[in-house]
Structure formats: C-alpha cells, structure tokens
C-alpha cells in the first residue's frame, strides 16, 4: 500500500523538478528523509505502522512526462506497527504473508497534471500476489536537483486477500489508509 504512494510521489518529484535538459534522468529515494506509514481501524482505535525499507527504479523525461518509469519495491517484512506485538501479526499469514510474500510492488501507468504543484498518478500495486489498479492525488514541491513528494490514499486490503479470514477479518476495517512523504534526487 505504502509502495504505491512512494511511486507516485516519486514519478511526480521528478515531473515537478523541470531538469533543463530533454533526456532521462535517474532519481533516487532519499530513504532517511521520506516515510511511508498505513492506519487502519480497529475497535480500540486507528493503528498505524511504517514501511522501513524499499528501493526504487525511477526514471524521467522532464520534457515527456507521460513517458516516466517508476518502480518501486517495498520490503514487506520492514512494516513496523505502533504496537510492537502487532508487528508480527501484521506480517503473519492471515495478513501480509511475508515469508511468502516478500515485496510489494508500485509501478507507475500513468502521470497527469492536475495544475499547478499536483498532479493524479495512476499505478499498479502488487501485495500477496494480486495485482491492482489505484489513481491518487499527489503534491510535489521541488528545488533544484531535490524533490519532495506527498500525497494519500485508501486500499481495500480484501481486494489483496490480507486479513480475510479468522477473527480479525470482522475486527480490522477493511480501508487502509496509505499516507507518503518522499524526498528524492537526481542521481549523478
């Protein structure tokens, strides 16, 4: 879920940042300066947790946006709840699946600008093997070579076959809030 909001915001940072020259340009995430966190709802409360580790292939043609690659992928079993004991719950079979399922993976179909610094991003998000569509609203303010993405959106984890089954299913809301802060930069 995470992963998706990180493409995005990485395929709109280098949309907004208008290199002067027409070709493409490597980006690279600037881990220690971004944050990909969820929240869910449960009967005690929202519960939220913090993808820590992802990699990015992103590439870009200022001069020819639609034509961005960006493809991110998370590593799942980075996910940290605010609860430590959920961690391992959140990463377990009935969710996640992890050991299974290793990455979640972003990438980015489509880039249009929506005026001035926002944009909507159309990307494809894999979790547990399923492939889905989600088209998001994303802002990016950039200086020079640096960008700094942000934007949100909501996932069905159902659609995804995360927590379908045994008694969480009816205790955990099935919208996911997926909220990104990404910074990223030229590379070279």
């Not at 179909?109 to 991003?121: H, K, Q, S, V, Y």
């Not at 955990?172 to 997926?178: A, C, H, L, S, Y």
Request: proline share 5%; glycine share 12%.
């Amino acid at each position: 879920m995470r992963l998706v909001l990180l493409g995005l915001l990485i395929g709109v940072v280098c949309l907004a940042t208008g290199a002067s020259r027409a070709e493409v340009e490597h980006w690279a995430v600037v881990p220690a300066e971004s944050l990909i966190t969820m929240r869910v709802g449960t009967p005690v409360g929202a519960r939220t947790g913090r993808f820590l580790r992802w990699t990015g292939d992103i590439r870009f043609d200022p001069d020819a946006p639609e034509t961005a690659h960006v493809a991110i992928d998370v590593e799942a079993a980075s996910l940290r709840m605010d609860d430590a004991g959920l961690t391992s719950t959140a990463a377990g079979s009935g969710f996640l699946d992890t050991s299974r399922y290793p990455r979640i993976a972003f990438r980015l179909t489509r880039l249009e600008p929506a005026g001035g610094d926002r944009f909507t991003a159309h990307a494809d998000i894999t979790m547990k093997g399923v492939t889905r569509p989600v088209i998001f609203p994303a802002t990016l303010r950039s200086a020079g070579r640096t960008a700094q993405m942000t934007g949100g959106f909501s996932l069905d984890r159902a659609a995804f076959g995360i927590g379908t089954r045994g008694p969480w299913n009816g205790l955990i809301g099935r919208q996911v809030r997926v909220d990104v802060s990404l910074a990223t930069r030229t590379v070279g």
